[in-house]
């Protein structure tokens, strides 16, 4: 269908948790095929300076299995550009805590330039990748 709406939502979706979850849900009702583009360990070590615990294919069959999603591809390029230019989606879906941030303005700014809307959903705040990294490596129970 001509029609479609095609939206893509990048991630590392490393060590997969409810906030990942609830971005794809969300991403899910911004379009009518949702792209997820999985962070490759290189990217994720050149943006947060650590490689994910779990494995690059491992993270594509967690995320292409999540219901909402009807495509995952690995993102290897530290552009988003690069990545629109390959699959030229409608809609790039970022979590909320970009909204207003120097990254997120860039973002809107480049993508607006090619037509592209960028849409904000909620980021689940009590959980990350982050966070549970670091209670593992501490050994705590989780709170």
Known sequence: ???RRVG???G????FHIGHLNLLRNAAGACDHL????VTDEQAMRAKGIRPVVPLEERLAIVESIRFVDEAVPEDTPHKMDMWERLHFDTIIKGDDWKG??????LESDFAAVGVDVVYVP??????STMLRRVIQRGLDVP
């Open 101 to 106: 941030t120097d990254r997120g303005d860039k």
């Open 8 to 10: 893509y939502a990048p």
């Open 123 to 128: 980021y689940t705040v009590q959980t990350s």
């Open 1 to 3: 269908m001509a029609d």
């Open 12 to 15: 590392v979706f490393d060590l």
């Open 35 to 38: 792209i997820a583009g999985v």
